[in-house]
């Protein structure tokens, strides 16, 4: 029972092995017992599957930022709660060895940190800073180590040699004390005196000097300063309280011989507590006025203590790993603690102050004075029992799964079953109202009343909501009130039932909470907690912030707290804020739950019976659950005001890491930001919840709960503050947090001036774009006129070929059919007009042939050109015996060649081949062309008499028109001749690209 502390007086000699054996034994035995007691403190421990280092702990000190840090043989590790980051002398050059002996505070802020070859440094303002080798002395182990009032370092080491460390130099101070060498211990007291445990010997320092206040004690000795002033002392197996004068007094004693087990660290926390960590019993607690009693530990050899500034008391084992143990207000009993099973159906308090409990097996069990009694598992006490309720005399009343209803009191016993006028043989609720009347909630038989000898029933026909009744309350107006698993709330009073309207879909009613001014409060299966005013009923559920929609049973304390008990396991709320939420003037609860942390891991509550859940006389609330009896004492509860230390880590820009600045700027595109981020509460860092926001993007602050980062993805250009905030396990926030600027720049598109620039630029790029527009349908215009007027000049050209070529020729021949008429008598002429006709006519198509030719469309190409070029001069020359040598490329290219351009080249060759045939007397003639560099290159060569000279002889018609077509047309006319050697004329006409035709 809590408050309950055996105490221990070990004799002044042990006499004989057997002695100390059976000691050791009834120790073990007791310990056991305690640790299924779970009596008021819960462990948690990490080890290396955790991320600890190693699961040997050497040292442990929590440094001004909140951090822990674990020495370990491993390396020195930095928790938060959550994660271990471990530094070795692979990552953090300044530690000689990853093995960190001991961890000791200085008066600003820092700590010193010695390794196992004597290595020292310090940590301060965020940074490992190694310490001057002469202070290694020797490379010996540093054993121990504190500072002084005037932030002096003292260490002893190993041997026993003691030396001072001030503003950097160090002082050796020999070997102090008496007998052989050994393991020496320092400790500076609340007044800044520096004491020294040396093998036998106990005295403290004066002016660097050694002063003794004890000699000749039974080794090995251990100290630790007490919060009174003075020292806590054990030596041998004796704990003393040592004033600060050195005047000591024995307070308790070990209970094992010192050889077979010492101590080996001492530490007072802020309770008075003193505990005693030994190097093969575990961990002793003493409390002035109670005695010694041990505490379970994951190992049994205990190597260091240390209290944090939420009170939470860390031990370091030698091969356990990291233990934390708190003081809860929570005990459990258990089948461990003497319940026959771990499961417990309901319990409750009889008048004469002891509980009673239902095991789910075993029979009905009591507890009286911290002794467990189990009634015999036989008639009427079988193993199908279900509830116990109080009777007002003294008694208790007892439902049964299948056989009905019990009374109990001092052994007598009565029974009864639906024979004896039961509505049905199991009965889920019991409650004995004040005028001594039983009311009996039965599983599917309604509510039935058993008064006097009477039993009465009530039914839906008799307003009842439900024939399932889960609870039973009576208020201070003597009004019954009872719940039902369909949802139903009714008022029985004067006889009557008044049903309450309830909000719809909240399961069964499974706890009634009465108020004194006239309010309800329920637990239900699926709807939270309902408060219930005449008229009105208001839910709070999970959307408010309760843990869990199902309410098992509800227990309030003398704080107006309620204490629920859930499938998620037990949480508080403050009344205050419920009703407040209740009312729609809060949106969201504080609540606070209890699991892991406070030895309450996995803890369920089915709540099948009633009462399953009990306020005692003494303040405590138990709850039965699926793994024992959970007691809670609410006078015991430590609301842990100390809010959490919040540090942004790291943080993370498009997945590389931003130095921790002032204000970090981004350049543009810098867009994606992760936060990672902690806060220091190491009492529950499971219940650590969080907020945090970024101002100038997140309207209000974000609920992230549990969740130690945050994630922003495509943030716009602009200037951003990230804060977090978190809380404690009791909901005490840090509001100041923890906070980071950052700027991220613009694209030049995202610039303040940019639009005013666009808008102008886009102005501009409108009235450009119309001028085009205005342009474009002007040069359509125009394009179009030229067209109707080339057109016209080609129409015009036709005609004139027609009239000056084709028309002539027919005219020729209608001149030489007259003349061969008129001369049908002289046969020799008429046949000589007649092949002239024939010659004329042949000229006459083929000048048809030309104009078609240069009419159609579809020889508008260079390949068309070159083709008929090479037929026509074929066709010219061929007559006159002149041999033709064409060098016209296999693929000439099908480049765009317009109409006019086409008919004017064509004519020029005409021109050409014309003069050849009359002039040049040629034999041979040269026709190249090609396509290069943009134009078209036409040459005709001869090899005839060649020209008279250069410039060219007046007379020369031919050429001039051949220059003047092709000048027209942008080109260009050279002709090379030599008398006797023919003449080369080479035409170079520009090419327009295709889309230009």
Not at 6 to 15: E, G, H, L, Q, V
Not at 343 to 369: C, K, Y
Not at 390 to 412: K, N
Not at 778 to 806: G, M, N, S
Request: charged content about 20%; glycine content about 10%.
């Amino acid at each position: 029972m809590s408050g309950n502390w055996p105490t221990y007086s070990a004799p002044a000699t042990f006499s004989g092995v057997a002695r100390s054996g059976a000691l050791a034994l009834l120790w073990i035995a007791l310990l056991w017992r305690v640790a299924g007691a779970r009596d008021g403190h819960a462990l948690a421990v990490w080890q290396t599957e955790e991320g600890l280092p190693n699961n040997g702990v050497q040292a442990i000190h929590q440094a001004a930022d909140g951090y822990l840090w674990v020495g370990t043989s491993r390396g020195l590790a930095r928790f938060d709660g959550v994660r271990f980051t471990v530094l070795t002398p692979k990552n953090e050059p300044v530690l000689t060895s990853e093995r960190i002996w001991r961890l000791c505070p200085d008066r600003r802020g820092g700590f010193w940190i010695a390794d196992d070859e004597g290595g020292l440094c310090f940590w301060r303002n965020g940074r490992l800073h190694r310490f001057s080798a002469d202070a290694r002395q020797g490379a010996r182990r540093i054993f121990s180590m504190c500072c002084d009032r005037e932030d002096r370092l003292w260490t002893v080491t190993l041997e026993g040699e003691v030396a001072c460390i001030e503003a950097g130099q160090v002082r050796q101070l020999g070997r102090p004390g008496q007998g052989a060498r050994g393991p020496s211990c320092l400790a500076a007291d609340l007044d800044g005196t520096v004491w020294l445990a040396s093998h036998s010997s106990l005295g403290f320092f004066r002016s660097n000097n050694w002063v003794s206040v004890a000699e000749n004690l039974a080794p090995p000795l251990e100290i630790a300063p007490r919060r009174a002033g003075g020292l806590w002392l054990v030596a041998g197996q004796r704990i003393y309280e040592v004033q600060p004068g050195g005047a000591r007094r024995e307070v308790a004693a070990l209970p094992w011989p010192a050889e077979d087990t010492n101590a080996r660290q001492l530490l007072e926390d802020r309770r008075g507590t003193l505990w005693i960590g030994t190097s093969r019993r575990g961990l002793l607690a003493w409390r002035n006025g109670g005695g010694l009693r041990p505490l379970p530990t994951s190992h049994q050899s205990i190597l260091t203590l240390y209290e944090d500034r939420e009170g939470s008391l860390w031990v370091g084992t030698q091969g356990g790993g990291l233990n934390r143990i708190r003081e809860t207000p929570f005990e459990v009993f258990d089948a461990r603690s003497g319940l026959p099973s771990d499961i417990v159906h309901s319990l409750a308090e009889d008048r004469s102050g002891r509980m009673w409990f239902v095991p789910q097996s075993g029979g009905l069990t009591f507890l009286s004075n911290g002794v467990w009694h189990t009634l015999p598992s036989q008639p009427p006490f079988g193993t199908q029992l279900l509830g116990v309720a109080p009777a007002a005399d003294g008694g208790v009343w007892i439902t049964t799964i299948y056989d009905g209803l019990i009374y109990w009191r001092e052994g007598q016993t009565r029974s009864w079953t639906p024979a004896e006028g039961l509505a049905g043989p199991r009965v889920d609720a019991l409650l004995e109202d004040r005028q001594r009347r039983l009311w009996l909630g039965y599983h599917a038989e309604g509510l039935g009343c058993l008064e006097g000898t009477r039993l009465l029933r009530y039914t839906t026909a008799d307003g009842l909501p439900g024939m399932s009744v889960r609870a039973l309350a009576e208020d201070g107006l003597n009004r019954l009130w009872i719940g039902t698993a369909d949802g139903g709330l009714t008022r029985w009073s004067e006889g009557r039932l008044s049903p309450e309207r309830l909000p719809p879909g909240i399961g069964a009613v499974n706890a009634i909470v009465p108020l004194e001014d006239g309010t309800l409060w329920l637990g239900t299966l699926a709807g939270g907690l309902v408060r219930v005013r005449p008229g009105w009923a208001a839910r709070v559920s999970t959307a408010q912030g309760l843990p869990d929609d199902f309410v098992a049973n509800v227990l309030p304390d003398d704080a107006d707290n309620f204490w629920c008990a859930s499938s998620k396991g037990l949480f508080r709320v403050s009344l205050r804020d419920l009703n407040a939420v209740a009312d729609g003037r809060l949106s969201r609860l504080e609540v606070c739950t209890y699991g892991r942390s406070d030895g309450l891991a996995d803890f369920t509550f089915p709540g099948t019976a009633h009462p399953s859940a009990w306020r005692a006389r003494d303040g405590r609330l138990w709850f039965a659950s699926a793994k024992g009896a959970v007691v809670v004492d609410p006078a015991r509860l430590e609301i842990n005001r100390e809010p959490p230390p919040v540090w942004i880590e790291e943080i993370l820009c498009q997945g590389r890491t931003v130095e921790l600045t002032d204000v970090a700027e981004m350049p543009a595109g810098r867009r994606d930001w992760e936060f990672r981020f902690t806060a220091l509460s190491l009492v529950a860092p499971e219940k650590v919840r969080f907020r945090h926001r970024l101002l100038g993007y997140d309207a209000d602050w974000v609920e992230a709960g549990a969740s130690r980062q945050a994630r922003y993805e495509g943030l716009p250009p602009g200037n951003y503050r990230f804060q977090v905030i978190a809380c404690n396990n009791d909901g005490v926030w840090n509001e100041a947090g923890a906070s980071f600027r950052f700027t991220i720049a613009p694209y030049v598109w995202e610039t303040a001036w940019f639009p005013a620039v666009a808008a102008t630029v886009g102005i501009g790029v409108l009235a450009l774009t119309a001028r085009w527009v205005v342009v474009r349908r002007l040069r359509r215009r125009i394009a179009l006129l030229e067209q109707q007027h080339l057109v016209e000049k080609e129409r015009t050209r036709i005609a004139r070929d027609i009239h000056d070529e084709l028309g002539a020729s027919l005219t020729r021949i209608g001149l030489l059919a007259d003349l061969a008429r008129k001369c049908a008598e002289r046969p020799a002429e008429v046949a000589t007009d007649l092949s002239q006709i024939a010659t004329t006519a042949r000229q006459a198509v083929q000048a048809m042939d030309a104009i078609v030719w240069a009419v159609n469309p579809q020889n508008d190409s260079v390949e068309k050109f070159a083709d008929y070029l090479s037929h026509f001069a074929e066709t010219l020359l061929q007559p006159a015996n002149i041999r033709c040598r064409l060098e016209v490329p296999s693929d000439v290219p099908d480049h765009p060649l317009g109409t006019e351009a086409r008919h004017n080249l064509f004519l020029a060759a005409k021109e050409a081949l014309n003069n050849i045939v009359k002039h040049a007397a040629a034999t041979e003639v040269w026709i190249r062309l090609r396509c290069q560099a943009g134009e078209l290159r036409l040459g005709i060569e001869d090899n005839g008499c060649g020209l008279a000279g250069t410039p060219l002889p007046p007379g020369r018609d031919g050429l001039r028109n051949i220059h003047r077509r092709i000048e027209n047309l942008g080109g260009q006319v050279t002709v090379a001749s030599e008398p006797a050697r023919g003449t080369r004329l080479t035409i170079r006409l520009p090419l327009k690209a295709p889309c230009q035709d």
